[in-house]
């Protein structure tokens, strides 16, 4: 059964830095493509960044980008997302995916429909 399960969230002043984890089971991480989403209350689900099977090709979104990093330690069969300089409009729910394995080793995915297995979730909230 394969499991996806985020941590490291929580309470968080502006300016503050958080790293999320996103950890595998059942499947091998090395062959999987993975990436982060996040949904605020009464928004739509967003891509935040995500990562290739080979861990070379990371992409980011407009709203993160230069504050956040991606990287992935296949033998923890584990992603981790830095996130730095957050600001309250980074409060969400943070959700990690895997993508079966398809397409250039080297490839990443921005969009949800390529992805076949989610986590339940972390919640970030950052305070003003």
């Known amino acids: 059964q394969v499991q996806l399960v985020e941590s490291g969230g929580g309470l968080v002043q502006a300016g503050g830095s958080l790293r999320l984890s996103c950890a595998a089971s059942g499947l091998t991480f090395s062959g999987y493509a993975v990436g982060w989403f996040r949904q605020a209350p009464g928004k739509e689900r967003e891509f935040v960044s995500a990562i290739s099977r080979s861990g070379v090709t990371t992409d980011y979104g407009d709203s993160v980008k230069g504050r956040a990093t991606i990287s992935r330690d296949n033998a923890k069969n584990t992603v981790y997302l830095q996130m730095n300089s957050l600001n309250p409009e980074d409060t969400a729910i943070y959700y990690c995916?895997?993508?079966?394995?398809?397409?250039?080793?080297?490839?990443?995915?921005?969009?949800?429909?390529?992805?076949?297995?989610w986590g339940q979730g972390t919640q970030v909230t950052v305070s003003s």
């Open positions: 995916a895997a993508s079966r394995p398809y397409g250039s080793d080297n490839h990443v995915y921005t969009g949800e429909r390529s992805y076949n297995y």
